[in-house]
């Protein structure tokens, strides 16, 4: 839970650093406030996080995504949020060294992963989903399906911006929005060395600067 408390309020600082500090105004703040509300994050946490965004003692954070290979050529990315750079891949490199993998360049793994973006929305009655795919199709989405009372929404890392704008202008309540590495296809590993993969993923989430973990074990 602090973990991602922590995260939420790296990706509010951010947010308020390139857009304002006003959700009316910048949209990636108000989805982000979603995010946190959904994450049971207390309102407070969240006022907090985005007065201090607004002064001189909050930190500039670089969001940097490494690539590497675990143990039994499992491919990984690790997306950070760091105020230093250079202490986040000394951190990065050393975490796959002493676990078996290797931290690798810029371009060589992220090109076996699909850059998406996913929103989760309250269900409204009476909608189609078959109608609602064909509407977005236009908008960049791939998938639209339901789970329990809730609409999930995938589509293109770059239509982000339009499918938010979408779905609020249509009376959609967006429940959260995340951006994810989807694996192209993945490795099945037996028990014993996924167990290995498993060990170096742990350790990299553990990581403060670290935000999410993508990799393609099956």
Not at 130 to 148: C, K, P, Q, R
């Amino acid at each position: 839970m602090a973990k991602t408390f922590t995260r939420l309020g790296k990706d509010i600082a951010m947010a308020v650093k390139a857009g304002g500090p006003d959700p009316d105004t910048n949209p990636r703040l108000r989805v982000l406030i979603q995010n946190a509300k959904a994450a049971n994050m207390p309102k407070e946490n969240v006022e907090r996080a985005i007065k201090r965004a607004t002064t001189k003692e909050q930190e500039d954070y670089k969001e940097i995504v490494y690539e590497g290979y675990g143990p039994h050529g499992i491919a990984i990315l690790v997306e950070t949020a760091t105020d230093n750079p250079t202490r986040t891949v000394s951190n990065i490199r050393s975490i796959f060294n002493k676990n078996g993998g290797s931290l690798g360049t810029s371009g060589s793994v992220s090109f076996l992963f699909e850059h998406k973006c996913n929103f989760k929305v309250k269900y409204k009655p009476g909608i189609n989903l078959d109608d609602l795919e064909l509407e977005l199709i236009d908008y960049g989405v791939s998938e639209v399906f339901a789970e329990d009372d809730t609409i999930i929404i995938y589509g293109e890392f770059e239509s982000f911006g339009s499918i938010q704008k979408y779905l609020e202008e249509k009376g959609f309540e967006i429940v959260s929005a995340e951006f994810e590495w989807i694996p192209v296809d993945t490795k099945e590993l037996p028990a014993d060395q996924a167990a290995e993969v498993e060990k170096l993923l742990e350790k990299l989430e553990e990581d403060d600067d670290v935000k999410n973990v993508f990799h393609n074990m099956r």
